[in-house]
């Protein structure tokens, strides 16, 4: 099993920036995939990025070139850095990991709330 736990979310103005944080534990094992994903009202989860053990990584489209995901293995912990919010960002971020262990297991993590004012 694994355990994710977010922090960091809260309400900024539009413009302004805010990090979150993902402390994983439990059987993350090194082979994974992380992410974070996000879900506004009445809308589905979406995709926000995503980074391997390797550290490649992969952005939907509306937030490249103004958020960024990072990891730190050793201490399994991923962030996503966002800068200039815009109300159409706020939702419920999630943080998800994938392990590829006896095929691929996924989880979540609770969720925390980014609120963007305008």
């Known amino acids: 099993q694994v355990q994710l736990v977010e922090s960091g979310g809260g309400l900024v103005q539009a413009g302004g920036s805010l990090r979150l944080s993902c402390a994983a534990s439990?059987?993350?094992?090194?082979?994974?995939?992380m992410g974070w994903y996000r879900q506004a009202p009445e809308k589905e989860r979406d995709l926000v990025a995503t980074?391997?053990?390797?550290?490649?990584?992969n952005y939907a489209d509306s937030v490249k070139d103004r958020f960024t995901i990072s990891r730190d293995n050793a201490k399994n912990m991923v962030y996503l850095q966002m800068n200039s919010l815009k109300p159409e960002d706020t939702a419920v971020y999630y943080c998800?990991?994938?392990?590829?262990?006896?095929?691929?297991?996924?989880?979540w993590g609770q969720g925390t709330q980014v609120t963007v004012s305008s």
């Open positions: 998800n990991a994938v392990v590829a262990v006896a095929g691929l297991n996924v989880y």
């Open positions: 980074i391997t053990s390797g550290g490649s990584t």
């Open positions: 439990g059987s993350i094992f090194s082979n994974n995939e």
